[in-house]
C-alpha cells in the first residue's frame, strides 16, 4: 500500500532571512519533500524538488482548491477573484480574462512600459542632482509598476509616482497586516481578528482600496455605456461618423473585457449583475496586488547586476547594440526577443530571489507522488519555489547568480519544473508574459542610462547593501531596511526617450 509522507519538523515560521536559511537546511535534509506541522492547529505537506512538485501543480484545475489557511486572509481584500476562486467559478473567470493578456494586446502595452519607465528614471536624474546618490528601490520600483498596471488594466493616468496617494499606501499596509495575521495563531480566528487593533487597520486600509477601485471602474463603465449608446450594430457611430470596431477592439484593456461581458444584461438578470459588479473591484484589487510582484522582481534583478558589474556590461552592450542608430530610445515589442543575455539573467535573478516564495493548494481527492507516496485529500500542500530553486540537488550552487544556467544549450536536461517563478499547469499566473516583458523594458532602459553599485543606506551608518542584504519574505520577496542602489548617470546619458516624456 501507498506509504505517508510523516516527517515531523519544528513548527516555527520566520518569515526573515533566517526563516530562508530554515528552509535551506530543510531541503538539504529531506532533498524533496517533508510534512510540516503548525501546532496542533494545521500541518501540510512541503514539496521542494521538480519530481514532486510536477504532480500538484499539474493537477487538473477541477481538483485543486485554493487553501483558506495561506489565501483567506487574503479574502476579505481580493473576494473571490481569480487569484482566489475555485472549480467552475474560476474556470469561467480565467476564459473571461485571458485575452487580456493576448500577445496583440501585450504588443501596445510595451509603450506604457517605457512612459512609466522615463517618469521614473526622469524621477532619479532630478534626485541625483539634488545630491542624493543612493536610492531605495522599492518604493521607487513599485509606485512605477503600480502606475504601468493601472495605464495598461485601467487606461487610468494616477500621477502616483510623483503625487503621494492614501491608496498606494493602503495596498502596503494590508500586505503587511496580512503577513503579520499569519504570524498570530490566535489571530486566524475571525472574531478574535476584528475586534484587534490590526483588524480595525485592515478594515480601513480594505475601504480606501475598495474605494479607489469602484471609483476607477465606475468612470470606465460610464465611458463604455455612453460608448454603446453612440454606436450603431455595424459599428458606425449614431451621429454619422464611421466607428472603427476593430482598432477599438485591439485597445481593449482589462477592464474593458469585463465590463463589455455586462453590456446588455436585462433586468432579470440584476442580482447576477450586482454579483458581477462586485466581481469586477474584487478582480481590479486582485491586479492591484500583482504589481508588487512585478516590482520585486524588478529590484532583485537590478540588485544581483548591481553585485555583477561583468554581467551588468554585458547586458547593457546587448541593449546598446539593439538601440544603435535609433531617434529614440524606446524598447519595441520586437526588441524583446533580441535580448537573450539579459533575459538570461532575468531569469536568474527570478531563480535566485523568486518574487514569490511559495504557493499553496488542496485536492478533493489523493494525489500520486514518486516512490509510492500519497498526498491525502484536503492535505494542504505547499509547493515551495524558493525551495526548488535552491535545491543542490536540482541547481549546482544555487545560492550563486550565474545566468548561464538559462543558455538553451543548459537547459535541455533540466526539467521544465526546476525553474516556476509564476507557478505552473492550468494554474499558473495568467500574467506571466505581461510581467516578463515589462521586466525587459524596465531593466533594459535602466541599464542604458545608468550604472549601477550596491548603496547604502543613509540612516544606517553607510552600511553598504551588499554587505548587509537580508531577505525579507512577505507577500513579496523584499529586504530588510530596504534596497538601496548608487545610480550613476551614463555619460553621455541615454536620454532621449526622457526628452518626449
Given at each position: 500500500s501507498n506509504s505517508r509522507l510523516c516527517n515531523r519538523l519544528p513548527s516555527a515560521m520566520r518569515d526573515s532571512e533566517e526563516g530562508l536559511l530554515d528552509v535551506d537546511r530543510l531541503v538539504r535534509t529531506h532533498g524533496h519533500s517533508c510534512s510540516w506541522f503548525l501546532g496542533p492547529f494545521y500541518h501540510l505537506v512541503r514539496v521542494f524538488h521538480p519530481d514532486f512538485t510536477s504532480p500538484l501543480l499539474k493537477a487538473a484545475a477541477s481538483i485543486t482548491v485554493k487553501d483558506e489557511l495561506f489565501y483567506g486572509f487574503l479574502r476579505p481584500w481580493l473576494g473571490q477573484s481569480l487569484l482566489l476562486s475555485n472549480g467552475e467559478e474560476w474556470s469561467r473567470r480565467r476564459r473571461l480574462l485571458t485575452p487580456a493578456f493576448h500577445f496583440d494586446v501585450l504588443k501596445g502595452y510595451v509603450a506604457v512600459f517605457n512612459n512609466a519607465t522615463h517618469t521614473m528614471h526622469s524621477k532619479w536624474i532630478r534626485l541625483s542632482s539634488e545630491g542624493q546618490r543612493d536610492l531605495e528601490m522599492f518604493q521607487h520600483v513599485g509606485l512605477m509598476t503600480l502606475d504601468s498596471l493601472l495605464r495598461c488594466a485601467f487606461s487610468h493616468s494616477s500621477d502616483c509616482q510623483e503625487t503621494p496617494h492614501e491608496f498606494t499606501t493602503a495596498i502596503l499596509e494590508l500586505g503587511d497586516l496580512i503577513m503579520d495575521r499569519r504570524r498570530r495563531i490566535l489571530h486566524h480566528w475571525d472574531w478574535i481578528y476584528w475586534r484587534s487593533d490590526q483588524g480595525k487597520r485592515f478594515r480601513r486600509a480594505t475601504e480606501v482600496v475598495h474605494s479607489f477601485t469602484r471609483r476607477v471602474v465606475e468612470h470606465r463603465r460610464t465611458l463604455i455605456r455612453e460608448q454603446s449608446h453612440r454606436e450603431s450594430p455595424e459599428g458606425t457611430a449614431r451621429d454619422g461618423t464611421a466607428g472603427d470596431t476593430a482598432q477599438r477592439q485591439k485597445r481593449k484593456d482589462f477592464i474593458d473585457i469585463i465590463l463589455l461581458a455586462q453590456v446588455g444584461q436585462t433586468d432579470r438578470q440584476t442580482d447576477r449583475q450586482t454579483d458581477t459588479h462586485r466581481e469586477t473591484h474584487r478582480q481590479t484589487d486582485a491586479n492591484n496586488v500583482c504589481h508588487d510582484t512585478t516590482a520585486s522582481a524588478i529590484c532583485w534583478t537590478l540588485f544581483n547586476l548591481a553585485g555583477h558589474a561583468h554581467y551588468q556590461d554585458r547586458c547593457r552592450d546587448e541593449v546598446k547594440e539593439l538601440m544603435r542608430d535609433r531617434a529614440e530610445q524606446d524598447i519595441k515589442w520586437a526588441d524583446l526577443s533580441s535580448m537573450p543575455f539579459t533575459t538570461m539573467c532575468i531569469k536568474e535573478s527570478l531563480r535566485l530571489h523568486s518574487p514569490v516564495l511559495a504557493v499553496t493548494r488542496q485536492y478533493t481527492r489523493d494525489v500520486d507522488l514518486p516512490g509510492n507516496r500519497t498526498v491525502p485529500k484536503d492535505t494542504i500542500c505547499l509547493v515551495s519555489i524558493y525551495g526548488t530553486h535552491h535545491n543542490p540537488?536540482?541547481?549546482?550552487?544555487?545560492?550563486?547568480?550565474?545566468?548561464?544556467?538559462?543558455?538553451?544549450?543548459?537547459?535541455?536536461?533540466?526539467?521544465?519544473?526546476?525553474?516556476?517563478?509564476?507557478?505552473?499547469?492550468?494554474?499558473?499566473?495568467?500574467?506571466?508574459?505581461?510581467?516578463?516583458?515589462?521586466?525587459?523594458?524596465?531593466?533594459?532602459?535602466?541599464?542604458?542610462?545608468?550604472?549601477?553599485?550596491?548603496?547604502?543606506?543613509?540612516?544606517?551608518?553607510?552600511?553598504?547593501?551588499?554587505?548587509?542584504?537580508?531577505?525579507?519574505?512577505?507577500?513579496?520577496?523584499?529586504?530588510?531596511?530596504?534596497?538601496?542602489l548608487r545610480l550613476e548617470l551614463l555619460d553621455p546619458p541615454c536620454t532621449d526617450g526622457l526628452h518626449a516624456q
Open positions: 540537488a536540482v541547481w549546482s550552487d544555487p545560492n550563486e547568480f550565474n545566468p548561464l544556467r538559462f543558455d538553451p544549450a543548459n537547459t535541455r536536461e533540466r526539467s521544465s519544473n526546476a525553474f516556476i517563478p509564476f507557478s505552473s499547469g492550468p494554474r499558473n499566473c495568467i500574467g506571466q508574459r505581461f510581467a516578463m516583458a515589462e521586466l525587459q523594458v524596465v531593466v533594459a532602459l535602466t541599464l542604458l542610462r545608468f550604472r549601477l553599485s550596491l548603496g547604502s543606506n543613509p540612516d544606517t551608518a553607510g552600511t553598504s547593501t551588499g554587505q548587509g542584504i537580508r531577505r525579507l519574505p512577505q507577500l513579496v520577496l523584499r529586504a530588510e531596511g530596504g534596497m538601496w
